[in-house]
């Protein structure tokens, strides 16, 4: 709204230009906004270099949903998330979740790591939890909560 709406320059501009976002991103958003329902996410690479998988895409489009206010796809990317979660992207996952306070998906990753040791430990070993340790450590004293 503030961008459309507000004082902003793209309120009186033709053209908007979108830089934080990947095409493949805003096209999955602009599918579901026209159709209500979401793409083939696991056929749409977030760049032309680098293939990703479905979970990356989820991710993304849970940050686009979030930033443009529209609540059933930020819904239904959580729903998606949760149901794909596993050790290799439950980390980056929670980070989200934590980043947009999805309270209900944050809780199913906690509950997912803390399942059992080896889930733990497995999920510790993986690139994900790393970056999590290394760019928001306060997202892992979630963890340290349920583990005192």
Known sequence: MA???GPMKESSSQCVEIKDMEASVFRAMLH???SGTLPQLDQQPIS???EQDAT???QH???AADRYGLDRL???CQEKLHNNMNVETVAMTLAFAEQLCCSQLKDKCVVFILSSSANLDAVMATEGYK???ASGPSVLNTLHL???
Do not use: G
Request: charged fraction near 10%.
């Open 61 to 63: 489009l849970l940050v």
């Open 3 to 5: 961008e459309f709406f």
């Open 146 to 148: 349920y583990l005192v």
């Open 56 to 58: 990356t895409m989820t």
């Open 74 to 76: 930020k819904l239904i």
């Open 32 to 34: 579901f906004i026209y």
């Open 48 to 50: 032309s270099d680098m």
């Open 131 to 133: 970056l999590v340790m």
